[in-house]
């Protein structure tokens, strides 16, 4: 075991996939459409030539995705998406050498559209289609532009419908070390969010109030779970902010408020969001110096979050562990690291059935 995860096998590693890609140039291209991103990349040769992402900002006024109508607005833009990734990176459809799409987890009827479109397509063109795992995609986030980090490394996935540790010993070499029991991490910022009347999507927008509020004014619990446990569980905690709020008869703040109300909100925002990125980083650092591994990449739309990316950043540097987040357009679900995804999988000889199904409950771990 103490071989494998040597620096110098990791070299080694490395440095074989590097000679490997600089021999073969391959065209691909990856759709995501697993929740309410409409996105389409383009990859050439390890390389990201273009991305295009369609959010469905109409949600916001349900509170949540709707599934139904999520589906629907993936049939209007998936062309368009498409055909605006294969011109911003100045590639046709039969200079493609293959298409791969998300086939899993997230909202059936949404997967269903980038899977059909992409096997309709590598169908049509007579090239390979490859099926994509969401999470794994994820974590391949952190591997579109340099930095990156080496293998092997701990990943850290925290999203609206997902929250996992998973240590990385080279390209689709994985083992889950923990995951949610429940609620995810991003699921618990919107439902909190919604409590305090701040709105959807959550997480961005109690990080904004979250940033003129004091995270020491109400001491929420930290759920660790047992000790030493890499598993997560949000749910109480969001309980305990319920019950905070009925106990101090808190109301939504509305625009013509006090700034004292108002500095109300920013200071809970603050309290609720310093108890979940405390567990993060506690758990992300003790996978880490467990599986004795000194790099740690973040992915998922929760790792756009400024306090965890600045206090993650922070402590892990006092650790000597380094840290990797990706850009904030590749925080979020997005075509490029499913491209990066189908990219590595082409080029080890790694396709799919046009039989793939669309499977909404996927692990990682299957």
Known sequence: MEDRRSKSGSDHRNSEIEHRKSEIVLTILGIESSCDETSAAVVRDGRLLANVTATQLFHSKFGGVVPELASRAHQ?????????????????????????????????????????????????????????????????????EDPKPSFPFINLTVSGGHTQLVFVNGPFEYKLLGETKDDAAGEAFDKVAKMLGV??????????YAAKGNPAFVSFPRPYLEEGSLEFSFSGLKTSVLYYLRKTGYKPVEASDSPAKNQLLADLCASFQAAVVDVLIAKAIRAAEAN???????????????????????????????????????CTDNGAMVAMVGYEKLMGGRTSSLELTAEPNLSLSS
């Open 76 to 144: 209007r833009r998936i062309i368009p998406v498409v055909q605006e990734a294969l011109l911003n990176a100045e590639v046709s459809k039969k200079e493609l050498n293959g298409v791969s799409a998300v086939y899993g987890p997230g909202l059936v009827g949404a997967i269903l559209v980038g899977l059909s479109f992409g096997k309709s397509l590598a169908l049509g063109l007579g090239i390979p289609f490859i099926g994509v795992d969401h999470m794994e995609a994820h974590i391949f986030s952190n591997l579109i």
């Open 199 to 208: 709105g959807y999507p959550g997480g961005p927008l109690i990080d904004t």
């Open 292 to 330: 004795g591994v000194r790099q740690i990449g973040v992915a998922g739309g929760v790792s756009a979050n400024s306090e965890l990316r600045r206090r993650l950043t922070e402590v892990a540097a006092g650790r000597k562990i380094q840290v990797f987040i990706p850009k904030l357009e590749y």
